[in-house]
């Protein structure tokens, strides 16, 4: 891993967590797809974190934000029981979006910039960041749960030494 600048270490971060989100959906069984946990479905849960990470990661407070398609009023929010349902493809098209959205975010941060407000935004990018980090592990931490408690093995994951894989891998460790 390189460590030449704090915007370099975070995006390298964001890559490899991002891999190990596509790794833990890619090992949700379809069986689990629908269960409750906590009173909402599994995808639900999945809509949740990458809901908050298209919105919080940049800034929470853009006017200009714009719901993903597959929106529905209050679908992330984990108290209210649905009233659409979210299949794979649709989980699996607005993550690739949230990735290239944060490829491209991630690009164009320099150092500097992390200390700055996003415009209309109480935090610094930084903040945002770093808060986001910790949402969005939370709750792939309960996917893995989830996935464990159902199948018994556990999803993996990428210690900062460990190449990402480019081929063939196990998911599991």
């Not at 409750?36 to 809509?47: D, S």
């Not at 910790?134 to 931490?141: F, I, P, S, V």
Request: aromatic share 12%; glycine share 4%.
């Amino acid at each position: 891993m390189r460590e030449t600048s704090y915007h370099v270490v975070i995006t390298e971060m964001t890559v490899r967590a991002l891999w190990e989100t596509q790794n833990v959906l890619d090992c949700i069984p379809d069986t689990l797809w629908d269960i409750r946990f906590g009173g909402a479905p599994v995808w639900q849960h999945i809509y949740h974190m990458l809901h908050e990470l298209d919105q919080w990661f940049i800034n929470p407070d853009d006017p200009d934000f714009v719901e993903p398609p597959v929106h529905h009023p209050h679908l992330q929010n984990l108290s209210i029981y649905p009233a659409a349902h979210l299949d794979r493809r649709q989980i699996d098209d607005y993550f690739y979006t949230i990735k290239a959205k944060l490829s491209l975010y991630l690009t164009s941060l320099h150092d500097e910039d992390l200390l700055q407000r996003p415009e209309n935004c109480t935090w610094t990018r930084f903040t945002l960041i770093l808060a986001q980090f910790r949402h969005w592990h939370l709750h792939l931490g309960m996917l893995m749960g989830f996935v464990q408690a159902d199948t018994g093995l556990c999803p993996r994951t990428l210690p900062p030494s460990t190449d990402i894989p480019t081929g063939p891998y196990d998911p599991y460790e």
